[in-house]
């Protein structure tokens, strides 16, 4: 098994820019999220999906967008990238969201510009 | 809403036992876990706890007191590899989703 795998590790982008950050697991977990993590800064949760076609807001959704169409996939869309969303993200996916482990992905480092 | 506090920094000596505490508020509660995270990198698994009381794994521990929604993990004979952040998280009911503190950093020194 593969685990949780995201691409791309490193991003830089030009403020106004979109981009999608690519989350899969081969895990067979219904239940899927996308955090940031900022410098000395705990995980917060930008988005969870408690399987295929579910989606629903964390505590920071502004400015980025998700969508399920498959159990393994689950993208984060930044619809126009602004220096604030300079980031580590990290995508976990879990068997179901209620205690179960998450199973974190390796994260994709962002710059802004 | 959901918020978490715990200790921002704690050090220790190698071989001693080491608490960091979390409390928490919550409009539901199912439970409550511990991660650890080493330099940035991928945060992993430690426990979860949903019930009152102790759990064991190893030289970890974490415990749970729902009605005064706390909780702690107990790391024992501390190695200097467990130097790293740990982070407890709530599971609310609101689907289940998983709401982090901002983390404890521990620094082991030999």
């Known amino acids: 098994n593969a685990g949780v795998t995201q691409t791309p590790k490193f991003q830089v982008l030009k403020t106004g820019q979109s981009m999608t950050l690519q989350c899969a697991q081969d895990m067979n977990h219904e239940y899927m999220s996308w955090y940031r993590q900022d410098p000395g800064m705990g995980l917060r949760l930008i988005h969870y999906s408690v399987g295929a076609g579910i989606t629903d807001q964390g505590e920071v959704p502004n400015g980025y967008n998700v969508s399920r169409s498959t159990t393994e996939d689950f993208p984060l869309r930044l619809l126009s990238a602004a220096p604030s969303q300079t980031s580590v993200y990290f995508c976990?996916?879990?068997?179901?969201?209620?205690?179960?482990?998450?199973?974190f992905g390796p994260g994709t480092r962002l710059t802004v510009t | 809403g959901q918020s978490l506090e715990q200790p921002s920094e704690v050090t220790a000596v190698e071989g001693a036992i080491v608490q960091i505490n979390c409390t928490y508020q919550t409009s539901g509660f199912y439970g409550l876990s511990w991660y650890q995270q080493h330099d940035g990198g991928a945060p992993t698994f430690l426990s979860y706890n949903a019930l009152d009381g102790l759990e064991e794994t190893g030289r970890f521990s974490s415990f749970l007191s729902r009605s005064d929604s706390y909780g702690y993990l107990l790391l024992q004979e501390l190695q200097m590899k467990d130097s790293a952040s740990y982070f407890c998280a709530v599971t609310g009911n609101q689907g289940g989703k998983l709401i982090f503190g901002q983390g404890t950093e521990l620094s082991v020194k030999p």
């Open positions: 976990a996916s879990s068997y179901t969201g209620q205690g179960h482990e998450q199973y």
